[in-house]
């Protein structure tokens, strides 16, 4: 009887052995960061509707306006109409447009970049939402920075792009704000992650907490208009 020698037992155990199914997060985390590293979203505008809240207080409004991306990537705001309590206007949504600014500057730097430079990545599977199923990570921000949050993202299975972020940013962008909590989700059009909405509770120092939902539509190129925009401080 002839002997196998030790690279044919070799062989012989490795192809009687069971498949290991490989743990697909590497090339999902790969496919992401190369769908995400396209330029920055510049020279559009869309219309924007906030709906916020200070329970504790009951009061409420509500602000329609037109969101300016210019070619610079500098964000700003054509207010087309508000109604409610000035509270809401000037506590709420000046301040979160004011956070939004600093997000954004922090966010040309790659500062608050959702990249392995900032962030720990853990796959924790797929989840299943209105019938689609979706990657799931869990994010830990390397560093307690202003933009950086920690919770999860949520990844198209077929472009890799975020469908959705959820968590709670581990540094408020003042001091006002003790605590900041939000669900961010985006539609996916021509290749790119687009904002959609985003819901948020924001627990304040004075006011108790308070409740911001932001619905975001109708993306165009952006035409400079005639009538002259306001300044966040306008709305203080």
Same mark, same amino acid.
């Given at each position: ?56 207080? @009951?009061? =409420?409004?509500? &602000? ?11 964000? *700003?705001? #054509? ?24 997000a954004q500057e922090g966010s040309a730097s790659g500062d608050v970049a959702v990249t392995p430079q900032n962030y720990k990545f853990k796959y924790k599977g797929l989840t299943e939402r209105d019938g689609r199923e979706y990657h799931v990570f ?11 949050? @920690?919770? =999860?993202?949520? &990844? ?11 968590? *709670?940013? #581990? ?6 704000l003790k605590k900041i909590e939000f669900v961010r989700d985006y539609e996916i059009r021509d290749g790119r992650a687009l904002p959609k909405q985003i819901q948020s509770t924001v627990d304040t120092r004075f006011w108790g907490p308070a409740e ?25």
């Amino acid at each position: 009887m002839q002997r196998l020698g030790l690279p044919a037992i070799l062989l012989f155990f490795l192809l009687a052995a069971p498949a290991v199914p490989q743990d697909p997060s590497s090339e999902v985390l790969c496919r992401y960061l190369a769908a995400s590293s396209q330029p920055p979203l510049r020279g559009v505008s869309m219309e924007v509707d906030f709906e916020a809240k200070l329970p504790k207080l @009951k009061k =409420e409004g509500r &602000l329609q306006a037109l969101r300016i991306i210019s070619k610079l990537g500098e964000i *700003r705001y #054509v207010v087309e109409r508000f109604v409610g309590d000035n509270s809401i206007k000037k506590d709420v949504i000046a301040r979160y447009m004011q956070a939004e600014t600093q997000a954004q500057e922090g966010s040309a730097s790659g500062d608050v970049a959702v990249t392995p430079q900032n962030y720990k990545f853990k796959y924790k599977g797929l989840t299943e939402r209105d019938g689609r199923e979706y990657h799931v990570f869990q994010l830990t921000p390397r560093k307690k920075r202003v933009g950086l949050y @920690k919770g =999860e993202l949520w &990844l198209d299975p077929v472009t890799c792009l975020p469908v959705r972020e959820a968590g *709670r940013l #581990v540094k408020t962008p003042s001091i006002f704000l003790k605590k900041i909590e939000f669900v961010r989700d985006y539609e996916i059009r021509d290749g790119r992650a687009l904002p959609k909405q985003i819901q948020s509770t924001v627990d304040t120092r004075f006011w108790g907490p308070a409740e911001l939902m932001i619905h975001f539509r109708n993306l165009s190129v952006y035409t400079e208009p005639e009538a002259p925009s306001f300044t966040v401080s306008e709305l203080n």
